[in-house]
């Protein structure tokens, strides 16, 4: 138990499990294993009749993996969740939980390149069996495309520039290691907000990399066919541009958050929401990565006839 410690805390543990209402004989998925923490808890509330699958792209998370009967881990991308439920014989399920974001494992594994406190590769993958890395997208990417991806993924005003500067930079030397791209764009992030801006600048190229939106769009929409009638969405996110998918797609059902209306005004959803819940003053003080942490909860309707 010690190591899965070391290997990630888990952000608002026992609020994000009693949010999927766990039934003794219910069948679950954990989309973000990591360390396991949300996962032995979900697995303290099922009984032998119960079962949690859970999954995780990353080979070090595998190593983490409980020994017990209820418990299924799927090594692949949580985008594909609906395919393999559908090859586990699973057609409906009555509760999934996503803790979003990167645990911190990754920010502290000196040689992922995904912290700017280490200088290391430039790789940012989050499954290491293929794809390209962040080094590859910045000696390759357009000036437009690099400019696109600071923007949209890490809200930088400096967006432009930097992606200039990279191009330029990289006609020089190509990059390769975590420093090169901080000394590229540390003339862009003021001092009195460095590490803030640094962290947007790593922040955008890792969910490029990863492709991290468009898993979350389709996990989303996998989600949806997979929850029985009654059964629950349990989201943990972390920065505003999955937040606001997350949010969206609970109130409306669709990625862009548009209100459909029946004849009589009243709003076609697929889900009830619940109350947003964020941690407590104690949480925030033991674990400083739940500080821009939100659960958010929907429950799936009853089909309407």
Known sequence: MNSNEVYHTPVLLKESVDGMEITPGNICIDVTFGGGGHSREILNRLDSHGHLYSFDQDEDAEKNAPDDKRFTFVRGNF???????????????????????????????ETRGFSFRFDADLDMRMNKRGGQTAADLLNNASEDELARIFKFYGELNCARKLATRIVKRRSEQPFRRVNDLIETA??????????????????ALRIEINKEVEALQEMLRSAKDLLNPGGRLVVITYHSIEDRIVKNFMKSGNMEGIIEKDFFG????????KKVIVPSQEELESNPRSRS?????AIKKEQES
């Open 266 to 273: 009243k709003v076609i959803s697929p889900f009830e929401t």
């Open 79 to 109: 985008r594909f969740i609906y395919n393999f439920m559908r090859y586990h014989g699973v057609s409906g399920v009555d509760a999934i939980l996503a803790d979003l974001g990167v645990s911190g494992h990754h920010f502290d594994d």
């Open 186 to 203: 540390k003339p862009f992030c003021p001092p009195q907000r460095e590490k803030k801006e640094m962290a947007k600048v790593f922040q």
């Open 293 to 297: 942490a939100k659960l958010r909860v």
